[in-house]
């Protein structure tokens, strides 16, 4: 799956990533557990780094729990609605350099669309 440049601002912002931040109180298993907050503070700093932060471009949001936890941590990019997992910080800014700077989808990070919670 591949997109070419961003599309043009319908809304306020051209695409949004979400990163799931949500801890579970009960010992389940949460993105909270596996970095999830170094992933969304990095990626945020990135954004605004590659100057694409702003109107009619790029909103790093923090979410509660997506319902992915198996796949976690997790984040998704709108309005493509591309869901990726995330090791690192070095697939943080490969999803930012690739998909959220140039349209392109970073095939090796997708999230299989079977896992769920």
């Known amino acids: ?64 729990c997506l319902d992915r936890c198996a796949g976690g941590p997790v984040a998704v990019v709108y309005p493509e609605a591309v869901w990726y997992s995330f090791v690192d910080m070095e697939d943080i800014d490969e999803i930012v350099d690739s998909h959220l700077k140039n349209g392109q989808v970073v095939e090796r990070l997708l999230l299989p669309p079977s896992v769920g919670r």
């Not at 799956?1 to 319908?10: D, F, G, H, I, R």
């Not at 970095?35 to 954004?47: I, W």
């Open 1 to 64: 799956m591949s997109t070419s440049s961003p599309p043009a601002p319908s809304g306020y912002y051209a695409r949004h990533i979400f990163f799931c931040l949500n801890e579970r109180k009960n010992g389940e298993d949460s993105c909270s557990q596996h970095n999830a907050q170094a992933g969304f503070d990095h990626c945020k700093m990135r954004v605004k780094k590659e100057g694409l932060a702003g109107q009619g471009q790029v909103r790093v949001n923090k979410a509660g």
